[in-house]
C-alpha cells in the first residue's frame, strides 16, 4: 500500500523561510541521525537493484555470464509471455475502471446526505489483505450456484428468461417402449388416435420435479386425437409398481414437451399438463412421439468465472473492488477544492448536469485523475496476492502476472536469472515515474 | 461516526446551493437525486455483499455450505453457528500465526516509525552536504516494487542466517517502509515552526532530547499516519512472508495461503481464518480512518 505514496505528488509547500539548521548541527551528528535509515535502505533496497540487474546477466546457477539469455526468454518464454499479456490488459483495465469509478462515486456522493456511510463501505476493502480479498472473491465466484453468488444471480437471471429444462436425468426404465434418439427419446411404435400413450421414464429426483406437479392421470381415449401420459414410472420407498402404468402416488411430468414425428419432420407438438396428460390433434395419428432433447439438457450452470477465458477479467473485478474506494476518496478530496461558484455558473448559464460534468468538474479534476490513474497503475504491476489466491490450480497459468511469474520462476523453478530479468523490467516500467518524482520535488526542496 | 465526517466525509458540502432554478429542472432535479439514491444504495449492497458472503460462510457448518448458498440463513437463521471459529482457534497452526503476525508487525511499525522520524528530522532541520540530493535519492525509492528485492534478499538472508527468521521478515518490511516514512515525515516535520525548534534550543536542549520532546510530539498527526499504514500494510502482507519465512515463523496470511491449495473442501478453515485475519485491520481502519486516509492522500495527492 505504500504505493500509494508512488505516484508520488509533491510534498507540502516547502516552507517558504529557510530551513537552515537551528541546532547548529555537527555532522556527525546529523550522519548519526541518518544512519539506520540509509544503512537499512542501502542494504534491503538499492543493493538488491543492483544485484538483480548482475543477477539478470548470469546462468541459472549464477557462475556464469549468460549475456541476454534470460532477458530473451523474457520474450519468448509462453508463460511469460502471457503473464505479459495479462499485464496489459491489467495496466489498461485496472487502473481506469477503477478511477471511473471512484470519479463517478465521488461526484453522486457530493448530493447525498449519508454519502460518508456510502464512502466507508466503498473504501473499506482497501484495509484489508489481498489474501482475505482473494478468499472472499473465492467464493463470489465459486461455479456452483448454489456456493457462488455472482453464478447465483446470473443464473437466476437466465433462468428468468430462459426457461431451463426440468427433467435433465430422465431416462426410460425397464421394458420402455421408448428408446433414445438425438439426446431426446421416441416411441419404438407408431401412435394412433383413440389409444391412449404411456410415456413412463424414471430417474428425476423428487427434489428436482418442477413445481405443481401433479398425480399422473392414466389419459382417456379420445375420438380422432392422440391422448397420453407421460410421467416418473417411480415412487421412492415403493419402486416401480406397476410397470408401464401409472400409479396413484406417481407424479406426471408437467410442462415435458411431445413431438409427434412422421418420417423425420415434426407435424404436431404439445405439452404435458401437471398431471401428464397431453393430447394431439388428428394429425398425429400414425405418427411416432418424441419427447425431444430440450427436456433432458443439464440445468444452466452458470459462468464458468474462473476458466481460461474469464479468470484474468475477474480477477480484475476484485482488484476493483479493493481500490475503487482509494480513488474516491482522493477524487472527493480533489472534488473539495474545486470552486463552488464555477459549477454554480456553468448551471445559470443553462449547462445541464451532465455537460456541467463533463466540460467543468472532469477537466478540473483532470491532476487528480492523472496522478490516481499512475497510482494505480504502478500498484497493477506488482499485483501477486489476488492472482495467486483467486485463479485456481488449474487456470492459473491463464491468470499469470509478471510478479507472479518472477515468483514462480524465482522460488519455485530454480531459475533466478530469469526471475531476475523480469524484476529488472518491472523496475524499468516504473522509472518514469520515478525521474518524475524526482523533478518535481527538486523544485519543492530546492529553497 | 463522528469521526467519519472529519475524514472520508470532508470532500464536500452535502448539497449544494440552488437557487433561481425553473420549476421544471426542479423537478428534474427531484427524480435525478432519487435516482442517485437507488443507485447508490445497490452499488453499496454490490460493495458489501462480497464481505457479508465471507463472514457468514464463516458461522456455517461445513456440512449446510456445501448443500445451499451463504444467503439462505436470512431464511434459516438457525445454521448460524460459531463452531468452524472454536475449532480454528484450537489449531495451533493458526493461533501460532497469529502471534507471528503480531510479532512482525508491530516491531515493524515502531522501527519504521522511529528510523524514519530521524531521518526525516535530520533531512528537514540538519545541515550537511548534499542534505537535498540525498533526500531525493530516498524518495526516489518509493515506486522500487518490493519484488525487484526478494530474489537478492533471499540471498542475502541465507548467507547471514536471517532466512526464515521472524527478525528477517521485520528488517525487510522496515527498508521497503522507509522511503515513505522519510518522505512523509520530512515533509510535516519542515513545517514546525522554526521559534518552536530555536526556544527549545536556548533552554539547552541537545540534539536527541529537541528530537525526542518537541519534533516527535509536534509530529503526532504524520506519525500516526505512518504508523497505521505500515501496521496495515505490513499486517497484510503475504508475499515477503511467503518468501521469508518457514513453518514456525510463519503469519496468518502465508497459513492461510497454504490451505487455499485445497480450495472447496476446507472452506471451513478459510472463511474464518479469513476473518480473523481481517479483524484487526478492520478495527484499526474503522478507529482510525481520519489518519489512515490522510496517510493514503499524503501518498498521493496533496
Known amino acids: ?41 542501502g542494504a534491503l533496497v538499492v543493493y538488491p537493484i543492483g544485484y538483480s540487474l548482475v543477477r539478470s546477466f548470469s546462468n541459472a546457477s549464477g557462475d556464469g555470464f549468460a549475456g541476454i539469455d534470460n532477458y530473451k526468454t523474457l520474450f519468448t518464454d509462453d508463460g511469460i ?37 456510502f464512502k466507508l463501505v466503498v473504501f ?56 433414445p434418439d438425438r ?21 428425476v429426483a423428487p427434489d428436482q420435479l418442477p413445481d405443481g406437479v401433479r398425480k399422473a392421470v392414466a389419459a382417456k381415449p379420445e375420438p380422432g386425437k392422440v391422448t397420453g401420459t407421460t410421467w416418473q414410472d417411480f415412487t421412492r420407498g415403493k419402486g416401480v409398481g406397476r410397470l408401464g402404468a401409472p400409479d396413484p402416488s406417481e407424479v406426471g411430468y408437467a410442462g415435458m414437451r411431445i413431438e409427434a414425428v412422421k418420417d423425420g419432420t415434426v407435424v404436431a407438438s404439445t405439452k404435458a399438463s401437471a398431471d401428464g396428460t397431453f393430447t394431439l390433434p388428428a394429425a398425429a395419428d400414425g405418427a411416432r ?42 477524487i472527493a478530496a480533489g472534488l473539495a477544492g474545486v470552486p463552488r461558484e464555477l459549477l454554480e455558473a456553468a448551471r445559470v448559464d443553462g449547462a445541464s448536469e451532465w455537460q456541467v460534468f463533463r466540460k467543468v468538474t472532469v477537466p478540473l479534476l483532470a491532476p487528480v485523475l492523472a496522478v490516481v490513474v499512475v497510482t494505480l497503475m504502478i500498484n ?36 533466478p536469472g530469469i526471475a531476475s530479468a523480469i524484476s529488472v523490467f518491472l523496475l524499468l516500467l516504473v522509472i518514469p515515474v520515478m525521474l518524475f518524482n524526482i523533478r518535481r520535488l527538486r523544485r519543492e526542496v530546492r529553497r | 461516526m463522528t469521526a467519519t465526517a472529519g475524514s472520508i466525509g470532508k470532500a464536500g458540502p452535502a448539497g449544494t446551493v440552488k437557487a433561481g432554478r425553473s420549476v421544471g429542472s426542479r423537478i428534474v432535479e427531484k427524480l435525478g437525486g432519487g435516482l ?70 508491530v516491531p515493524a511499525t515502531i522501527l519504521v516509525v522511529v528510523i ?46 536471517l532466512f526464515g527468521t521472524i527478525f528477517g521478515v521485520i528488517l525487510f518490511h522496515t527498508g521497503f517502509g522507509l522511503p515513505f516514512a522519510v518522505f512523509l515525515l520530512r515533509n510535516f516535520f519542515a513545517e514546525i515552526p522554526r521559534e518552536l525548534l530555536e526556544a527549545a534550543r536556548l533552554d539547552g536542549a541537545g540534539e536527541l532530547r529537541l528530537f525526542a520532546r518537541v519534533v516527535m510530539p509536534l509530529g503526532g498527526p504524520a506519525i500516526a499516519s505512518l504508523g497505521i499504514f505500515q501496521f496495515l500494510w505490513v499486517w497484510n502482507d503475504m508475499l515477503v512472508a511467503l518468501v521469508f519465512t518457514k513453518s514456525g515463523t510463519q503469519p496468518i496470511t502465508v497459513a492461510l495461503q497454504t490451505q487455499v491449495r485445497q480450495f472447496g473442501n476446507n472452506i471451513d478453515v478459510l472463511a474464518p481464518g479469513a476473518f480473523i485475519s481481517m479483524v484487526i485491520p478492520l478495527a484499526v481502519f474503522f478507529a482510525f480512518q481520519r489518519q489512515f486516509v490522510s496517510g493514503v492522500m499524503a501518498g498521493a495527492v496533496k
Request: charged fraction near 15%.
Open chain 1, 289 to 330: 412421439l418424441r419427447l425431444p432433447a430440450s427436456n433432458f439438457r443439464e440445468p444452466y450452470n452458470g459462468v464458468d468465472w474462473l476458466g481460461p477465458a474469464l479468470v484474468t477479467p475477474s480477477i480484475i473485478g476484485a482488484y476493483v473492488w479493493m481500490w475503487a474506494g482509494f480513488a474516491m476518496v482522493l
Open chain 2, 36 to 105: 442517485v439514491r437507488v443507485v447508490l444504495i445497490v452499488v453499496g449492497l454490490f460493495w458489501l455483499v462480497p464481505t457479508i458472503g465471507l463472514l457468514v460462510s464463516s458461522l456455517r457448518a461445513p456440512q449446510d455450505m456445501s448443500g445451499s448458498g451463504w444467503w439462505t440463513v436470512f431464511t434459516k437463521p438457525s445454521q448460524l453457528t460459531v463452531d468452524s471459529y472454536q475449532k480454528l482457534l484450537e489449531n495451533p497452526d493458526i493461533t501460532n500465526s497469529l502471534v507471528n503476525t503480531v510479532l512482525i508487525t
Open chain 1, 380 to 415: 497493477v504491476l506488482k499485483v501477486f496476492d489476488l492472482v495467486f489466491i483467486i485463479a485456481p490450480g488449474s487456470s492459473q497459468d491463464d491468470a499469470n502476472v509478471l510478479a507472479l511469474e518472477l515468483y514462480r520462476k524465482g522460488f519455485a523453478e530454480g531459475q
Open chain 1, 124 to 179: 473499506m476493502p482497501m484495509a484489508i489483505s489481498m489474501l482475505a480479498a482473494g478468499i472472499i472473491f473465492r467464493l463470489v465466484y465459486d461455479q456452483d450456484p448454489d456456493k457462488g453468488v455472482a453464478n447465483a444471480v446470473w443464473v437466476g437471471v437466465h433462468d428468468t428468461f430462459a426457461q431451463s429444462s426440468a427433467f435433465p436425468k430422465a431416462h426410460p426404465g425397464r421394458d420402455s417402449p421408448l428408446r
Open chain 1, 81 to 117: 509471455r502471457t503473464a505479459l499479456k495479462n499485464n496489459v490488459l491489467w495496466v489498461v483495465f485496472a487502473p481506469t475502471v477503477s478511477t471511473a469509478l471512484g470519479l463517478v462515486f465521488a461526484v453522486l456522493t457530493e448530493r447525498v446526505r449519508w454519502g460518508t456511510a
Open chain 1, 1 to 41: 500500500m505504500a504505493s500509494a505514496a508512488a505516484a508520488g505528488a509533491p510534498p507540502g509547500p516547502a516552507a517558504p523561510r529557510s530551513r537552515r539548521s537551528v541546532t547548529g548541527t555537527r555532522r556527525t551528528v546529523a550522519a548519526l541521525f541518518l544512519l539506520p535509515a540509509l544503512v537499512l535502505l
Open chain 2, 116 to 161: 524514519g522520524a530521524l531521518a526525516g528530522y535530520a533531512f528537514a532541520w540538519m545541515e550537511f552536504p548534499g542534505r537535498d540530493w540525498w533526500f531525493l535519492g530516498v524518495v526516489s525509492l518509493l515506486v522500487v516494487p518490493v519484488q525487484v528485492a526478494l530474489i537478492p534478499i533471499a540471498e542475502l538472508f541465507g548467507r547471514l542466517g
Open chain 1, 183 to 203: 439426446g431426446g427419446f421416441v416411441t419404438e411404435a407408431a401412435v394412433h388416435a383413440g389409444q391412449p400413450v404411456f410415456l413412463p421414464l424414471v430417474g
